[in-house]
């Protein structure tokens, strides 16, 4: 069986958008998101040695992507007590905007196209979401009430990912495209 080269650029895109889905707040926020650090919260979980703690590092570094509140952070209250400029510069909406940015660009330039690099990044996105889910289960996180109680804050969470991931598709795709028809 002979490997396409499409295939290679997929898998490549996917593992380095699973790899700055998982660390790109990180890598933005100067290694401390919103008093998250690998360091100290997630890396002592993971090695801790029992299936739990394991499952809740996994569960913390995922989730991490997913913690930027769009309403909550443009609310009227919030900006009322703060500067958009303050609000979006900030240390908790940027990161969060960045990494899913760069999730869809990189993916988008690697693939070819900004309709592969689409799917593909939803792809990546909705895998980590599973993930997430399905490590918070195993972790012992009480996923009903992130859900039922939070309901706005979750679609407001996936919201802040998919203004950022599409744009970041579309233009890596658009940018690729272009590099492409360039060399022609």
């Known amino acids: 069986m002979q490997v396409k080269k499409n295939h290679i650029q ?15 707040v990180f890598l933005f926020s100067n290694f401390q998101y919103r008093g998250l650090t690998i360091k ?13 703690s394991f499952m809740y590092g996994i569960w913390v570094l995922l989730g991490s992507g997913f913690m930027a509140d769009w309403f909550l952070e443009f609310s ?12 979006l510069f900030g240390d908790t909406i940027l990161p969060a905007i960045l990494t899913w940015f760069t999730v869809g660009f990189s993916i988008s330039i690697i693939v070819k196209g900004f309709k592969r690099g ?29 859900f039922i109680t939070n309901i706005l804050n979750t679609l407001s969470e996936i919201f802040t990912i998919l203004i950022s991931l599409i744009p970041g598709s579309v233009i890596g795709g658009l940018i690729r495209t272009r590099l492409v028809s360039l060399k022609k």
């Open 10 to 24: 997929i898998v490549l895109s996917v593992i380095i958008g699973l790899i700055f889905a998982c660390f790109g």
């Open 40 to 52: 100290d919260n997630v890396y002592p979980s993971i090695s801790a040695g029992n299936f739990n």
């Open 76 to 87: 009227a209250a919030n900006i009322a007590n703060s500067s958009i400029g303050a609000i």
């Open 118 to 146: 689409l799917i593909v990044s939803l792809i990546i996105f909705l895998s980590v979401f599973f993930l997430w889910l399905i490590t918070g289960i195993f972790a012992g996180a009480d996923i009903t009430a992130i």
